[in-house]
């Protein structure tokens, strides 16, 4: 439950900084840190057991059998990013506190931040691959909302829709993945998964699941070529981009390549996809990062390249360029989220992020200026820095690959290439920025140092870069060694955290890149020419462009296919219900199977004629619409009396029921329209018609025949086996709906709910007059409501609720259910409108219809999770037979619960639409229904 708790808090947490902002910004910002700050001291209490070795894993069952369960894991890896989650998470609120202006809504800043807070929580600590996605998704869709705090500013908009679309994109590739690697294994729990590494790589499917995963891993982690929605993110507030953009979000595709490692790397596949993109990302982004005169451009662009770094250091696919590739993300996060903010602190205090204008900071922020340049130092690799020894070891791994043959030495040589470049844009922003003469016409001047609080989380991120720096074995130790262990899931291989192995190639490595990026930066004007002579190449104006044609497209092909014709629509739809059942008959050698009809006697027959008749005969007077509306009555009515004779009475009490209902709604609906439909099709469009329809029901009917003509397995036999022994009822259709099929029912009323609230929302407002005269031209009778149906709906409704009741407590053994009764009960309230008007019988009925629909679905809801309590998966039932004095054994089921839920529902939602179609055509009311 403690891993729970730690997801749940953040979750939890949302609301408060929205209710306490109005007491005030410090103490909006301290209910915002409670939860997390709770969450921490959780986590860390669980650091003896992670730091020896245990796995922890809470498993909740919950859809078992789609392999979807609530469990959880913190192992070393899910430990560390919790830890950077959580950890940094509460610096950046303290930091934002200070950040944001007085008029901004902190409270729903807050709130953002604590449900992307949460999203990544879920990512990092799921044991159940499905439940991930589902934070992955959520991460998505929370960080579009923090991109696109500011969204009075287009850029930021932009940005927020272009890091959607790329990482939901994305993310739909990776569900893909998963639910391959899922059919694999046979199992989406990463215990299951991690130790199927050898059946995975050895499966047809492994290329495909492969690419499909690392296409979600590299939208998220912006790797070549989706790289570049991240620069284009960097309008959101600097809060943002320090907790998103360097220590979290883009932070989750390298935690899925180091999580899946066991199961989908040691192979060629793995290796040149992984390296080769992670070389390229590495490379582009250091260049790209030179040449950015926007301070938080160059840092996107840096944080990409050192995303690429990680993702070559997994590519490398050895078990020290995995624990060099964790090192790194510990690393890279202190360092970047130090640099964002102090970033942030300079665009707060000179108003600008322009690095040709903010020149020669040292003289007015001294101490600002100390705390950027150490990080900057250690985003270079220079020595004493926690960089330097995690770019050491990368160094030294690219050294050992051996897969590019003859092409080795391309490995180290781009590697080298890359930190020489990585050196120069950090001394651009330290020079640039601190120095290099005098602040050019910045919106601000002079500038200052910020509110000292302001500078804290700054602080104690740098004294992290050099206390790993320089005391590694001491600090950051127990956490690299539980993190790499857990990514390799087996033992460690030997390395060493010295600040000194020597003389040897990796130091004169990092040693050629600090010489090189000296030089670089020193001559820099050729560089910055050669590059502004090159062709732009603006991927945020290609990728408007792109959704520009996108949405040319979309509305091209909406303008041919929805035209607002309801018969272009069926004309669709049929013809390819019609192409779909050639097909499927087009194998058979002959129609009829070998199982024989079931006989007809004289009584189906004539029912068969009159369904027949009356459905040819609905089509036939489609344009009177009363007299239509009658004869679909017949059919309705025939199709229940089919039900009941083929020994289904539970559908035939619903059909009809449902058929009262809809017939109702029907009527209603007609009231406010014309009686006669206007002929509007000619005779090709008749022919077509005539022909579409023909077909379609001769060859559905062929089709039908020759499924039921042939032996076919069912799942029939199931069902009446275990209805009474695992359900505890004999109607083993009303268990199937409560029990069975249960979380089917569940989403059903939540549609019909959803379905009536909307309907609502249409008619609110809505006002239609009512008509005086018929169609023919004669006045509608002035008595509204007649005495007889006045006096018999006062008799019928306590008989018809008592009938509701008997069929809802019978219908776990007997024909009835929750459903059924619903709609009984619906009716007979809905004779009461007819009879009295809505006025009348809603001051007798004080109930609010949205309350009884939610009350419903909640009880229902509620009846699933409380199996959870008594450790089953979710809407999992119980029945016991108690004796109870003077009456004798009875059955209790847990059942009974779920199915008053599903009345509920059905009478809120049902009463809710009729209702409100009565408010619409006068304002008393009092005239309708």
Sequence with gaps: MVLALIIALPFIGVILPIFTERLGRLTCALTTALGPLLALVLLL???????????????????????????????????????LILGIGLLVILYAHYYLSTREAAGRFYAFLLLFMGAMLGVVLAENLLLMMVFWELTSLSSFLLIGFWSHRSDARKGARMSLVITGGGG????????????????????????????????????????????????????????????????????????????????????????????????????????????????????????QNDLKGLLAYSTISHLGLITLLFGLDSPLSNVAAVFHIINHATFKASLFMAAGIIDHETGTRDMRRINGLWRYMPHTAVLAMVASLAMAGVPLLNGFLSKEMFFGETLQQSLYGSFNWMVPALAVLASVFSVAYSLRFVHDVFFNGAPIDVPKYPPHEPPRYMKIPVEILVLLCLLVGMLPAYTVAPLLASAASASLNGVLPAYSLAIWHGFNVPLGMSFIALLGGILVYVFRKPLFAWYADMP???????????????????????????????????????SMALLMAVIALHPLVALRGTLALTPLDGFTVLGLVILGFSAVMTAAFHRRRLVALMILGVVGLMVALAFARYSAPDL??????????????LILGLFFMPDVTPSESGSLRRLRDLLLAGGVGILVAMLAFAVMTRPYDTIAGFFLENSLSGGGGTNVVNVILVDFRGFDTLGEITVLAIAAVGIYGLLQGLYLPHQERDYAGRLWSTDSH???????????????LLVSVFIFLRGHNLPGGGFIAGLVTAVALALQYISHGVIWTQARQPISYHLLAGLGILTAGLTGLGSWFFGY???????????????????????LLFDLGVYLTVVGSTLLILSNIGHVSQADCEEVL
Excluded: C
Aim: charged share 10%; net charge negative.
């Design 172 to 291: 739909l590739a990776l569900l893909a993945g998963i639910l391959l690697i899922g059919h694999i294994v046979g199992s989406f729990e990463l215990t299951d998964v991690l130790a199927s590494g050898e059946l995975i790589r050895a499966h047809a499917l492994y290329p495909l699941a492969l690419i499909l995963v690392l296409l979600g891993v590299f939208t998220k982690s912006a790797q070549f070529p989706f790289h570049f929605w991240l620069p284009q993110a960097m309008a959101a507030p600097t809060p943002v981009s320090a907790y998103l953009h360097s220590a979290t979000m883009v932070k989750a595709g390298v935690f899925l390549l180091a999580r899946l490692y066991p199961a989908l790397a040691d192979s060629d596949w793995w290796f040149y996809l992984v390296s080769l993109t992670g070389l390229t990302t590495l490379l582009v982004g250091a260049i790209l990062a030179l040449f």
């Design 652 to 665: 035939a009490l619903t059909q009809l029921s449902v058929e009262v209902v809809s017939i109702i709604l």
């Design 45 to 83: 209490g669980e650091r003896g057991r992670v730091f020896a070795g245990e796995t922890l894993v809470f498993n909740q069952p919950w859809l078992s059998e789609l392999g979807f369960n609530l469990s959880l894991r913190l192992d070393g890896l899910g430990f560390l990013f919790a830890l």
């Design 536 to 574: 732009e190449l603006d991927a945020k104006l290609i990728f408007d462009r792109a959704m520009v044609r996108l949405v040319e497209g979309a509305k091209w092909l909406t303008g041919h296919l929805e035209n607002g014709s309801l018969q272009r629509y069926l004309t669709w739809m049929l």
């Design 786 to 800: 007649p005495m007889i149906l006045d006096n018999l709906s006062r008799a019928i409704l306590p008989l018809a």
């Design 873 to 895: 998966p979710f809407l999992t039932s119980a029945f016991g037979h108690p004796q109870i004095p003077l009456i004798g054994e009875v059955e209790l089921a847990t059942a």
